[in-house]
């Protein structure tokens, strides 16, 4: 059965609700972000993805849940506000708010220098990251192996995710806090060759 995109038998609120209903439908079914594409095929030729979503965002309003534009495309999400209840009645240990300061550090690292070997972390950190925290990293899907460095051995290099910009609610890199600020700030002053 095909699916009506137009629905030119509604009169155009019911239309317009119709559509907001199918986007919110999409995203509420799907584990990872929902690009503009993806959410075009369920409404009609002339429909703004951006108001539709921005008139759903309004309906959300109130709610223990929003709509947030991360990795190249929305979701819904539990709003920050009740992170402690979620933490406190479900079972979200191996979660990604479940890292250490130290790991989110060298999250952050690799996001602002990527692509990034090991060696370059114990330039920033001065001591050696273990195999193991970078393990956990990759295991939660937060890094992958970048370009082979071209120094000698040719050693990986790690660079962030989509589910680096999901976890942490950035539609892309260019929305990390500015690294002059950060400097200024005395983080990540330290510049890796």
């Given at each position: 059965m095909d699916l009506d995109r137009e629905l030119t038998d509604l009169?155009?609120?019911l239309r317009w609700r119709t559509w907001m209903l199918r986007i919110e439908a999409v995203l509420f079914a799907s584990a990872t972000p929902v690009p503009r594409d993806d959410l075009a095929r369920v409404v009609g030729q002339g429909?703004?993805?951006?108001?539709?979503?921005?008139?759903?965002?309004?309906?959300?309003?109130?709610?223990?849940?929003?709509?947030?534009?991360?990795?190249?495309?929305?979701?819904?999400?539990?709003?920050?506000l009740f992170a402690p209840a979620i933490r406190a009645a479900a079972n979200v240990a191996d979660q990604v708010f479940d890292l250490s300061d130290f790991d989110i550090a060298?999250?952050?690292?690799?996001?602002?220098?990527?692509?990034?070997?090991?060696?370059?972390?114990?330039e920033i950190f001065g001591?050696?990251?273990?195999?193991?925290?970078?393990?956990?990293?990759h295991a939660r899907g937060l890094i992958a192996?970048?370009?082979?460095?071209?120094?000698?051995?040719a050693p990986h290099t790690y660079v962030t995710t989509d589910a680096f910009l999901t976890a942490f609610g950035l539609e892309s890199?260019?929305?990390?806090p500015d690294r002059d600020g950060l400097e200024n700030a005395g983080i990540g002053s330290r510049q890796v060759s």
């Amino acid at each position: 059965m095909d699916l009506d995109r137009e629905l030119t038998d509604l009169p155009p609120a019911l239309r317009w609700r119709t559509w907001m209903l199918r986007i919110e439908a999409v995203l509420f079914a799907s584990a990872t972000p929902v690009p503009r594409d993806d959410l075009a095929r369920v409404v009609g030729q002339g429909a703004s993805i951006d108001l539709l979503i921005a008139d759903l965002a309004v309906d959300l309003d109130g709610r223990a849940f929003e709509i947030a534009q991360v990795a190249g495309g929305w979701m819904l999400r539990s709003r920050p506000l009740f992170a402690p209840a979620i933490r406190a009645a479900a079972n979200v240990a191996d979660q990604v708010f479940d890292l250490s300061d130290f790991d989110i550090a060298v999250l952050a690292a690799i996001a602002y220098h990527q692509p990034l070997t090991r060696d370059g972390l114990k330039e920033i950190f001065g001591k050696d990251i273990s195999r193991d925290l970078i393990g956990r990293l990759h295991a939660r899907g937060l890094i992958a192996t970048g370009p082979r460095s071209p120094r000698r051995g040719a050693p990986h290099t790690y660079v962030t995710t989509d589910a680096f910009l999901t976890a942490f609610g950035l539609e892309s890199l260019q929305d990390l806090p500015d690294r002059d600020g950060l400097e200024n700030a005395g983080i990540g002053s330290r510049q890796v060759s």
